[in-house]
């Protein structure tokens, strides 16, 4: 059977009173977003449109977009083990085998209830302030898993997008339930192969490596979950600051695959919260080891770690927001019908039954405790300097002064040598005569009122001199008001001076921006022989200068075959600001840029925040590669991998880059593509960009 694509789902769904057979889908009518297009959540295999219907309820469809072996006796299997099971976190579903018609062909869909709620991260992070929250959440987890697996079934993809904390029945009070489970084991499918591995941040490397599939394949990532809500409830040294991305919780497949290189396991392992470090110590020696020698939940909590003794009278409670709170409508995630909640943990270890409620309410500190850490009082030391120190110092200081002074005279003397200062013979009570090219002062008892006019050639010179005496010297250059000839000079000095002296004058230059203008040719010849620091500054200036450096062009385009891409990116990003719409041959290098391969470094996302603006001021000759690159150079690789998500967040910054062209972008085949990310992408923010985008192109005229 060849399945539908997303575009066709796209259509069909549009009419359902004659694509749908189910009577309740008839009736409804897909969420759509600003511009009327249904807007799907995209998987690894199918798409999951919203259905709104008249009596109010909404229904979460899947529909398939690719070949999934034994997709009905999958489902068939899961859902009979789980109405059996009745678990109360666990999701009811409908496979209908007559679901969606397609061009006269009818599709199988998934029908199930949708249901408005936080995942498991936006919740801890909504909740990080709160530690009850957290430890009752733990809880809670450790006792959801344990009913899992005596009901003998493996959801094979926890993580905190398939983790969904959604109102419940019960005014107050947050049901927990699991979501997706298209790689769910239970008994029925054991043998088979699910083709699918689970969220890279959260499952044993073994697993990923050999597509493991079966009841213990939970193991790992429950004891994962575990010790990061621990750890967030102590938050020690700023956890969730440092490594929440957005599309973890802590830990990330990095982390996973070298655990000794990790700083994140080191900061647990060091934890001043013993169970925080011991349930970290049980994933480390889980990573040494297969992944069945993962230690289930209830056994790492029991071992050698026993809760603080119980209080024989009960901890009062306060209750949290009410569930009308708009903050719990943060995330839509297809859901069950309502279920049977469970109670809070408590401190029997009697399985909760299916009627009990999952309760979320905050207990209170206990009388005269806080919840916040003490604060270690620290002694202030006093250092006692001895006597001849502080004579030491006095005459270093007295010896550095005199320095400053000579090299200040040397400076000015207009004549200067690098191996000696020249200092002034001029006698104290005589007048000094003016400096070259200062002009008279005609009155004598009329004060100075401008400085002398340096000497620019011995300032120059002096640039070359001990560190004190070039400053001295690009003081007195800073200072001056020079004019274009003197801007000229400098240039000169690019050429003829050695890299010391090149490096200082470009630090000169670089703050006159566009007035270095008379410079370029200097800096031109610099380029082609200084591979240093000197470059770099050069590069940034003639970018700063814009269509001014326009006779750097040529060096530049040399330099996009460097073999430094650092430098190949500066150039190219000069390239955009002095050519403009003529720069086309930056181009591939400002998209290569987009696509950075370490997401959390700042200095990545920075030059790709570069490459973004350049590529925006490229305009026109840059739409077609961009558009290329979101087609084909930027894909590959699922969601879950780093390949994935790198690939992504490339597609994003290829986004944005259409929008900052302007008008340059308002044209159909760009608004085709557009409109085909916001349907098809398998990424969130992906789709999220690229309708922000068609709506900025079509209100931006054109």
């Known amino acids: 059977m060849a399945w539908p694509l997303s575009q066709d789902y796209n259509e069909a769904i549009q009419t359902p009173q004659s694509n749908f057979a189910d009577p309740d889908l008839k009736r409804g009518e897909a969420v759509c977003n600003a511009l009327g297009i249904p807007m799907p959540y995209s998987g690894n295999f199918a798409d999951v449109y919203q259905v709104r219907c008249p009596d109010g309820k909404s229904w979460a469809v899947k529909c398939f977009t690719r070949q999934a072996i034994g997709l009905r006796e999958r489902y068939a299997e899961i859902s009979k ?31 199930m209830q949708w249901v408005e709620g936080l995942t498991l991260n936006q919740f801890v992070g909504q909740y990080l302030q709160k530690p009850a929250m957290l430890e009752t959440l733990f809880k809670i987890w450790g006792r959801m898993a344990k009913c899992l ?14 983790v969904l904390l959604a109102p419940a029945a019960s005014a107050n009070t947050l049901a927990l339930k699991l979501i997706d489970y298209d790689g769910m084991w239970v008994p029925a499918l054991a043998g088979r192969k699910s083709g699918e591995v689970g969220h ?17 394949v939970d193991r790992f990532p429950v004891l994962l979950i575990a010790t990061a809500l621990r750890a967030l409830k102590v938050n020690e040294n700023g956890l969730w600051e440092k490594y929440d991305n957005g599309d973890n919780l802590l830990f990330k497949e990095t982390d996973l695959l070298a655990p000794t290189k990790s700083p994140l396991f080191l900061n647990l392992i060091r934890s ?51 569930t009308n709170d708009p903050t719990l409508a943060v995330h839509a995630a297809p859901v069950a019908a309502p279920m049977a909640p469970i109670a809070p943990a408590a401190a029997a270890a009697v399985p909760p039954t299916a009627n009990e ?35 030491g110092a006095i005459a270093l200081l007295v010896a550095g002064l005199a320095a400053m002074a000579t090299a200040y005279f040397a400076v000015y003397s207009g004549s200067v040598s690098e191996a000696r200062p020249v200092v002034p013979t001029t006698p104290p009570d005589s007048k000094p005569k003016p400096e070259f090219g200062s002009p008279p002062n005609k009155d004598k008892n009329a004060p100075a009122d401008n ?52 490096l200082r004058v470009m630090t000169l230059l670089q703050p006159l921006g566009p007035a270095a203008a008379p410079a370029v040719p200097g800096i031109i010849d610099m380029l082609a022989g200084d591979p240093g620091e000197a470059r770099q500054k050069a590069i940034a200036l003639l970018a700063e200068m814009g269509p001014a450096a326009r006779n750097a062009g040529g060096t530049l385009d040399k330099l996009l075959d460097d073999d430094n891409f650092a430098v190949r990116l500066d150039a190219a990003m000069a390239l955009a600001a002095i050519k403009g719409s003529d720069g086309e041959e930056a181009v591939p290098v400002l998209i290569e840029a987009l696509r950075i391969v370490q997401l959390d470094d700042k200095e990545q996302a920075a030059q790709r925040d570069r490459a973004v603006e350049a590529l925006g001021r490229v305009g026109d000759p840059a ?80």
Not at 149 to 162: F, K, S, T, Y
Not at 272 to 299: M, V, Y
Not at 300 to 307: G, H, I, T, V
Request: glycine share 6%.
């Open 81 to 111: 083990h789980l109405q059996q099971a009745k678990l109360p976190f666990t999701v009811d579903f409908t496979y209908l085998e007559q679901g969606i018609r397609v061009a006269g062909t009818w599709y199988p869909v998934l029908k």
């Open 149 to 162: 697996r005596d009901a003998e079934v493996a959801h094979c993809d926890l993580q905190h997008g398939n």
């Open 200 to 216: 890279a941040s959260y499952q044993h490397p073994q697993r990923l490596r050999e597509e493991t599939y079966s009841l213990e």
């Open 272 to 322: 001043s919260d013993a169970r925080t470090a011991a349930l970290a110590d049980h994933l480390l020696n889980a990573l040494r080891g297969g992944l069945e020698s993962t230690p289930l939940l209830d056994e790492a909590l029991s071992d050698r770690l026993k809760p603080a003794a119980t209080p024989s009278r009960p901890v009062p409670v306060v209750s949290p927001p009410a």
């Open 357 to 391: 409620l999952f309760d979320f309410s905050e207990p209170a500190s206990a009388p005269g405790t806080s919840m916040s850490q003490p604060k270690r009082a620290r002694a202030k030391q006093r250092v006692g300097v001895p006597v001849w120190a502080w004579a």
């Open 451 to 502: 400085p002398p006019e340096p000497n620019l050639p011995d300032l120059i010179q002096a640039l070359n001199s001990d560190d004190a005496t070039a400053k001295t010297a690009g003081d007195a250059i800073r200072a001056a008001n020079l004019d274009s000839k003197q801007v000229e000079q400098l240039g000169d000095a690019l050429r003829k001076g050695n890299a010391k002296v090149r």
């Open 623 to 702: 739409v077609d590669p961009l558009l290329d690159a979101l087609e084909d150079g930027f894909r590959g690789g699922p969601l879950a991998s780093a390949k994935g998500r790198i690939n992504a967040r490339a597609r994003v910054a290829a986004v944005q880059a259409l929008v900052a062209m302007g008008k340059a972008a308002n044209t159909p085949k760009v608004k085709q593509s557009l409109a085909e990310l916001q349907r098809t992408d398998p990424s969130d923010d992906v789709r999220n960009a690229a309708s922000e985008a068609l709506m900025q192109i079509l209100t931006s005229g054109g």
